[in-house]
């Protein structure tokens, strides 16, 4: 329906009315079912009726459903900051916790600020980010992201602070014959000349998602990027913070996907996953060496929200890690990916109009052009994300279209984050 009072993002939307949940399906008012291949935007990784995160909603509200953070801690909030803890990479000991990606963003850059100031780095204050990346829609998250066309008509509103270097896209900017090792060469030795320009000394961090998700589908790095580019920060005092918002939380087949690359950086923001979309929650995950900078200094991080640590968010923090590895359903992420993926390329992968499928895990993307050999984009005139959608809806299907950022120009994929439960029949 076209709703009367509800603002929604497209205002001409035309909606069906979602009532229920099965597995990895969505149920409209008509009775019609979806089968939700993209999770929303990768964010139901356990299907819409998974029995202990309903029971995990339920325990929790009949106990406590919201406690400030400034008068009380409770027991789901520590025993999941706990477990985030020992299951991180490094020595990510500390967990910030919040409603979304956003906020985990927002906090990210103002706590690698803070960092530097306690240090008696008052300089420190820049953020390189990359081109062609999504960090959030909050106006810091925003400056961070390199996405030019979510960013235009807010430049005026956007921080001077921010930076950016080229993205990692074997796809579109691996030049024809450069070997893996000479392309991250080439982008490590970019982002160390920008740090240079600037003045390392006004530089707080480097951010990046390891797997870059909706602006350009499920972008995997090179092998090697992210030692190179951790290699560089280290080198300058630069701290690497990981946007796994998205691709965080089993999403490539490994709780976190920086796992894959060898790095443990001094941040790493997760969202989506972690509430599997029963609860809104998000966290920073943050290394010993900036809480305690934090702790023995003015013990005080100046940024907060009202929902930090949400009780009920929480809670249902903690089923999904007794899902995804007390039941070990990860396990399943990286074998039913590749099923996926080959399956993926054995229908499209001769297609005239799909230039690249990639991706890891159940974190999956195909790239549209409009000829496969000149890598040309598709008009943005014709609006084909849009289509696709509307299209793949009518046949009962929910994927992720969208029309991203190449070169300054418009692009289009579909990206694929289809719930972790799902079997062969789907
Ligand atoms: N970072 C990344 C990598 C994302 O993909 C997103 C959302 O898609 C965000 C941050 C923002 O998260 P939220 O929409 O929960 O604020």
Same mark, same amino acid.
């Given at each position: 329906?076209? /709703?009367?009072?509800?603002?929604?993002?497209?205002t001409?939307?035309?909606?069906?009315?979602?009532?229920?949940?099965?597995?990895?399906?969505?149920?409209? +008012?008509?009775g019609?079912?979806?089968?939700?291949?993209?999770?929303?935007?990768?964010?139901?990784?356990?299907?819409?009726?998974?029995? =202990?995160?309903?029971?995990?909603?339920?325990?929790q509200?009949?106990?406590?459903?919201?406690?400030?953070?400034?008068?009380?801690? *409770?027991?789901?909030?520590?025993?999941?900051?706990?477990?985030? +803890?020992?299951?991180?990479?490094?020595?990510?000991?500390?967990?910030?916790?919040? /409603?979304?990606?956003?906020?985990?963003?927002?906090?990210?850059?103002?706590?690698?600020?803070?960092?530097?100031m306690?240090?008696? #780095?008052?300089?420190?204050? =820049?953020?390189?980010?990359?081109?062609?990346?999504?960090h959030?829609?909050?106006?810091?998250?925003?400056?961070?992201?390199?996405?030019r066309?979510?960013?235009?008509?807010?430049?005026?509103?956007?921080?001077?602070?921010?930076?950016?270097?080229?993205?990692?896209?074997?796809?579109?900017?691996?030049?024809?014959?450069?070997?893996?090792?000479?392309?991250?060469?080439?982008?490590? #030795?970019?982002?160390?000349?920008?740090?240079?320009? %600037?003045? /390392?000394?006004?530089?707080?961090?480097?951010?990046?998602?390891?797997?870059?998700?909706?602006?350009?589908?499920?972008?995997?790095?090179?092998?090697?990027?992210?030692r190179?580019?951790?290699?560089?920060?280290?080198?300058?005092?630069?701290?690497?913070?990981?946007?796994?918002?998205?691709?965080?939380?089993?999403?490539?087949? *490994?709780?976190f996907?920086?796992?894959?690359?060898?790095?443990?950086?001094?941040?790493?923001?997760?969202?989506?996953g972690?509430?599997?979309?029963?609860?809104?929650?998000?966290?920073?995950?943050?290394?010993?060496?900036?809480?305690? *900078?934090?702790?023995?200094?003015?013990?005080?991080?100046?940024?907060?929200?009202?929902?930090?640590?949400?009780?009920? +968010?929480?809670?249902?923090?903690?089923?999904?890690?007794?899902? %995804?590895?007390?039941?070990?359903?990860?396990?399943?992420?990286?074998?039913?990916?590749?099923?996926?993926?080959?399956? %993926?390329?054995?229908?499209?992968?001769?297609?005239?109009?799909?230039?690249?499928?990639?991706?890891?895990?159940?974190?999956?993307?195909?790239?549209?052009?409009?000829d496969?050999? *000149?890598?040309?984009?598709?008009?943005?005139?014709?609006?084909?994300?849009?289509?696709?959608?509307?299209?793949?809806?009518?046949?009962?299907?929910?994927?992720?279209?969208?029309?991203?950022?190449?070169?300054?120009?418009?692009?289009d994929?579909?990206?694929?984050?289809?719930?972790?439960?799902?079997?062969?029949?789907?």
């Amino acid at each position: 329906m076209k /709703s009367r009072y509800v603002f929604p993002r497209h205002t001409k939307a035309d909606l069906p009315i979602a009532v229920g949940g099965d597995g990895p399906f969505l149920i409209d +008012a008509d009775g019609k079912r979806y089968l939700d291949a993209c999770g929303g935007a990768a964010v139901s990784c356990l299907g819409h009726s998974d029995e =202990k995160l309903k029971a995990a909603v339920h325990e929790q509200v009949d106990k406590l459903a919201y406690a400030h953070t400034s008068f009380f801690t *409770t027991d789901p909030s520590e025993e999941l900051a706990e477990r985030l +803890a020992e299951l991180s990479p490094g020595d990510l000991n500390r967990v910030y916790f919040v /409603s979304g990606g956003s906020e985990a963003m927002e906090s990210a850059l103002k706590l690698a600020r803070q960092f530097h100031m306690e240090n008696g #780095q008052l300089e420190r204050a =820049k953020i390189i980010a990359r081109w062609q990346s999504y960090h959030g829609n909050t106006l810091g998250a925003l400056s961070a992201g390199g996405n030019r066309w979510r960013r235009a008509q807010f430049e005026p509103m956007l921080s001077p602070a921010m930076h950016h270097v080229s993205q990692c896209n074997a796809y579109r900017s691996q030049a024809a014959g450069e070997s893996d090792e000479a392309y991250t060469d080439r982008l490590a #030795q970019e982002l160390d000349d920008t740090i240079q320009n %600037l003045g /390392s000394e006004t530089v707080a961090a480097f951010v990046a998602e390891p797997v870059v998700g909706a602006t350009m589908g499920a972008v995997p790095p090179v092998a090697g990027y992210f030692r190179k580019m951790h290699a560089v920060c280290k080198k300058h005092g630069v701290l690497l913070i990981l946007d796994e918002v998205m691709c965080g939380m089993g999403r490539t087949g *490994t709780l976190f996907a920086c796992e894959q690359e060898g790095v443990a950086p001094d941040m790493i923001a997760i969202a989506k996953g972690l509430g599997a979309g029963v609860q809104p929650i998000g966290a920073l995950l943050v290394s010993d060496r900036i809480y305690d *900078t934090i702790e023995t200094g003015s013990g005080f991080f100046q940024h907060g929200h009202t929902y930090l640590g949400h009780p009920m +968010a929480c809670a249902v923090g903690n089923a999904v890690l007794d899902r %995804l590895v007390g039941d070990d359903v990860l396990a399943r992420v990286a074998p039913i990916g590749e099923q996926l993926r080959q399956a %993926l390329t054995a229908r499209f992968g001769n297609h005239p109009n799909v230039g690249d499928i990639r991706g890891r895990g159940l974190f999956l993307g195909l790239e549209l052009v409009a000829d496969r050999g *000149t890598k040309e984009p598709f008009d943005p005139k014709l609006g084909l994300a849009g289509k696709i959608k509307k299209r793949a809806m009518a046949e009962g299907l929910m994927c992720y279209p969208m029309g991203g950022t190449i070169d300054g120009e418009r692009g289009d994929h579909v990206l694929l984050a289809p719930p972790f439960i799902i079997e062969d029949e789907h």
